[in-house]
């Protein structure tokens, strides 16, 4: 359970003691952002209050909470009163690059020793020289698992000290997020050298928004040959990757290390300026070991993944404007989506302008392995005979769309995640409905509907 608590300025030492004692039973989650307590609280008041609470706070989130008011000291005596079930902590957006290297190596060095999570983002650590990084990643608890360095700007220093600085980060951490760090300044050789000293155990890497579109397609090959081959999760979202030529991104997918089995290529807008035959050449680069591939956000119109399609198990068209399309079109799209497809997510694609017999078609065009699920959560495996797992939440279909499809077992429970009247009486409408169209699933459907009118 998460808690969040504003206007601490006020309160005195004693009384967000108090207040951190009294937490919930059950709060595994406090969340402090914004809550000036690192100009309004002293040290040892902070430290006094961070004792105080209940063992069972395993991530305390301290974004933008004005911590680089207080001395390296300071700071140690804050994060030394932590208990040692802390496995999260939050400091984004606390301006720590403004500390000494000396006071962040202590400041580091008392964060419990247990702590997993650690999330340093917009804390402008380029401020730091490279030897100096170096020596603050070293301090960090040996047990961090994921590191978040996003929005540092650390593309301002030389490769030679990223390099140096990437070499000394813990060597079992796992995820490394370094978004919004503008890499994509650096030449293709630079990122090379950076990339070639990260861990060697990173299965997760995180590049979105770093501008890599000023790279050629034979510098992004270059680069992602640098990529540690442990590498299995890559999002390179955010990218404007749509301004190279499919040729381009042909060669730079086929660089991308053999062992990712999840890319994030959203938020590239690909369908603004790529033809399909464009797209089907870069996508057809893709390694074959790629069962995951998110496409949101790409204002998409095309029909084709390329050679790999076969290969795929999870899709995200996510917002990519398929309501710009007939239906016809859009029947066409995705009766080319790949057949080993097991679970499809086109939420926010306004697909209730269709009407229900192209709905049905649509629907009726998914490989048969597609799993169906409710708002991404609640899966009725077993209430369809082929189609039985599809997020859809968000897509637009409306009451009137809902009241006409009732009747189609093929569309029954894309409808009950739309299912949000705002009058109650209209919900029991619906619920009565619904329930005499599948009796077999009375309690599963009275669950959900239930859960609706809360």
Not at 231 to 246: A, E, H, P
Not at 296 to 314: C, I, K, P, R, V
Not at 341 to 356: A, E, F, V
Request: charged share 20%.
């Amino acid at each position: 359970m998460r808690c969040q608590m504003h206007d601490l300025g006020s309160k005195t030492g004693a009384e967000l003691s108090a207040a951190f004692c009294d937490l919930p039973e059950g709060v595994t989650t406090l969340d402090l952002s914004w809550s000036d307590i690192g100009h309004s609280k002293t040290a040892p008041e902070l430290a006094e209050a961070f004792s105080a609470l209940p063992a069972g706070v395993s991530t305390v989130i301290l974004k933008n909470t004005d911590l680089s008011n207080k001395t390296g000291a300071e700071l140690a005596e804050i994060f030394g009163a932590l208990s040692a079930g802390v496995r999260t902590i939050h400091l984004a957006g606390n301006y720590l690059g403004t500390k000494t290297e000396s006071e962040l190596i202590e400041v580091f060095r008392a964060l419990p020793a247990g702590v997993t999570i650690l999330n340093l983002d917009r804390n402008y650590l380029s401020e730091k020289r490279g030897a100096e990084l170096a020596e603050v990643f070293k301090a960090l608890p040996a047990g961090v698992r994921t590191l978040h360095l996003a929005g540092n700007d650390l593309g301002r220093k030389t490769e030679g000290e990223l390099a140096e600085a990437f070499m000394a980060i813990p060597e079992g951490v796992t995820t490394l997020d370094l978004a919004g760090n503008d890499l994509g300044s650096k030449t293709a050789g630079e990122l090379t050298e950076v990339f070639r000293a990260l861990p060697e155990g990173v299965t997760t890497l995180i590049l979105k928004n770093n501008d890599l579109s000023n790279k050629t397609g034979a510098e992004l090959a270059e680069v992602f040959n640098a990529l540690p081959a442990s590498v299995g999760t890559l999002d390179l979202s955010y990218n404007n990757l749509n301004r190279k030529t499919g040729a381009e991104l042909a060669e730079a997918f086929g660089a991308v290390p053999e062992n990712v089995t999840s890319l994030d290529l959203s938020y590239n807008h690909f369908g603004f300026s790529l033809l399909g035959s464009e797209l089907a050449e870069a996508f057809g680069a893709l390694p074959e070991n790629i069962t995951s591939l998110d496409l949101s956000y790409n204002h998409f119109g095309f029909s084709h993944l390329g050679a790999q399609e076969d290969e795929m198990t999870t899709l995200h068209f996510s917002c990519d404007f398929f309501s710009l399309k007939r239906a016809p079109e859009l029947i066409q799209i995705f009766s080319a989506v790949p057949r080993s497809l097991t679970t499809l997510i086109i939420k926010g694609n306004n697909l209730g302008r269709y009407s229900c017999d192209d709905l049905r078609l649509f629907i009726q065009s998914m490989p048969s392995a597609v799993r169906f699920k409710i708002d991404g959560k609640i899966a009725l495996s077993r209430a369809l005979p082929v189609l039985y797992s599809l997020t859809l939440n968000s897509a637009g279909v409306g009451d009137s769309a809902c009241v006409q499809v009732l009747g189609n077992t093929a569309l029954l429970h894309m409808v009950l995640s739309f299912l949000e009247p705002a009058a109650q009486h209209r919900m029991t409408a619906y619920k009565n409905l619904l329930l005499s169209k599948i009796p077999a699933y009375v309690s599963r459907v009275s669950k959900i509907t239930a859960m609706r009118l809360t």
